[in-house]
């Protein structure tokens, strides 16, 4: 069983809208959550980490937990071609040092 | 602060070779974990170092070697190459923020075994 799912995509968006990204993760007592950017041979670049229910936003991007339902997503308004890429999300239980990564979701943003 | 280095950034071996790739975290972070990404199997972990002892370990063959320098620099060391460990190596520079610790990646090394 996965402990961290994604819908590998591709998520299709036409620039100017809104992508949401979602994470399912297995493991209950999963208390930090990161959403990572990898662009095509590059490596993962930490895009933003959350850590209570809710909404957390940076600029063109928000992050939303809801630990009761155990999904993280991540929503990018006004998408923008240099979006497309690979979004890798990562959870870690507590007491523990090394996150569960997903399999990424693949986002393209045609002009 | 300077990011994450890996080197080198690519290397080209044959089978049964070895290698060793070295990672330096950023300033002032004392543990790193390394990572293998492949097409098929996303991105796997290795193992992790905290002030030069190894506090995590994925399932990776014995094959797969790590260490960690007292200047938290670490290696890795992949022995008796096979064609299946063609991936791209990944350090990660950690934190140590405990709860809200954050790994942030290097640049990756890109390994080809032929």
């Known amino acids: 069983q996965k402990e961290v799912e994604q819908n590998s995509g591709p998520l299709s968006v036409p620039e100017g809208a809104i992508a949401s990204l979602n994470c399912t993760y297995s493991d209950r007592v999963s208390q930090s959550f990161f959403w990572y950017r990898q662009y095509s041979g590059k490596s993962p670049e930490l895009i933003m980490s959350i850590y209570s229910n809710g909404d957390k936003e940076d600029g063109r991007f928000t992050a939303q937990l809801n630990k009761a339902s155990q999904y993280v997503s991540l929503l990018i308004r006004d998408s923008q071609p240099s979006d497309s890429a690979t979004y890798l999300c990562?959870?870690?239980?507590?007491?523990?040092?090394?996150?569960?990564f997903g399999r990424g979701t693949s986002l393209i943003v045609h002009p | 602060k300077a990011g994450v280095t890996q080197t080198p950034r690519y290397l080209i071996k044959t089978r049964g070779q070895q290698v060793t790739l070295s990672c330096s975290p950023i300033s002032g972070h004392r543990s790193v974990s390394w990572y293998q990404q492949t097409p098929g199997q996303g991105l796997q972990f290795l193992f992790e170092y905290f002030s030069e002892t190894q506090r995590n370990k994925g399932n990776f063959p014995g094959r797969f070697s790590g260490r960690q320098f007292s200047n938290s620099r670490s290696e890795m060391n992949v022995s008796t190459l096979e064609l299946g460990d063609s991936a791209l190596y990944l350090c990660a520079s950690i934190s140590g923020q405990g709860d809200y610790d954050t790994q942030y990646f290097g640049p990756g090394t890109r390994l080809t075994v032929l």
């Open positions: 990562a959870v870690r239980r507590g007491g523990s040092y090394i996150p569960t």
